[in-house]
């Protein structure tokens, strides 16, 4: 992983049009269009291979829409930390917006491929150095991480500044989440090396959520919707417990027996009545309520 580097030492790199092709792939010609065959409105070009097969368009309209919902829920930073998704059918790439674009602007069309290596695969625009360093190694690290969202969120943010970071067996939602919590009490600096990502990548293991002490969080997910839902309910989960810190008087925990409980029963237990082929998993159901929402409000994500 060390092709990203040959270049010089700020914070993001813009590979060269040299470097910006793999054997058989090329960009497209005059891609003056956007995802939809109407005029473009965003700035980025994509491999045609990369963008009109079903699942790959799908994939980057979850990870386009994440990042409008990242803004809506302040989840996010302006332009700073990063969302990806692995390409579908591959095993060696990753979504990422360019550097430079508010999340809120973020249109499926913009989205670059990245390979693991660091070279720009397809698309046009800026890699922010920490994206791929953190990103590409857990991706790499096993199968179930096809989506990484890493941020700086206020809640849980504020508790990786704790001495104690860990999030506490107060109530139910925490209890959902606590058996796929990972923490990294020791912070090393700016991740501008892809070793920093090959050490988170071994303290999270197969876990999906990770507390990155003085620094945010990370989870990840077998999808944009499930690694969305998760991050929405840690910080509702951080939030409660700081909330509940705040006001002085002593918490009320649950017990190893209610944690396990709960546990078996969301792993074990259907959520919903929908039979067979049509039930859903209720990450799935949340976040395409929440493209519902913004197809009625900010439809332009999907372009």
Known sequence: MTAFYQHDRRETTEPSNAANSVAGTSPRNGADENLNGRPRQGAGEYFADDATEPARLE???????AHRLAVWHDFSEGIYNHFTLAVPGTDDRFLLPPFGLHWSEI??????????DGKLLAGEGIIQRSAYCIHAPIHAAHAKHQAVFHTHMPYAGALTRLESQHLLALGQTEALLLDQIAYDDAYDGLARDPAEGERLAEILGEKTILFMGNHGVLVTGRSAAEAYDRLYTLERAARVQLFALWTGQRLRGLSPAQVDKVQDQIHNTPLHNSPGEQYKPGYQLHFEALRRLLDRREPDYRD
């Open 59 to 65: 994939a980057r309209r979850d990870l386009a829409a």
């Open 107 to 116: 249109q499926a069309s913009q989205l670059m491929t990245i390979g693991f």
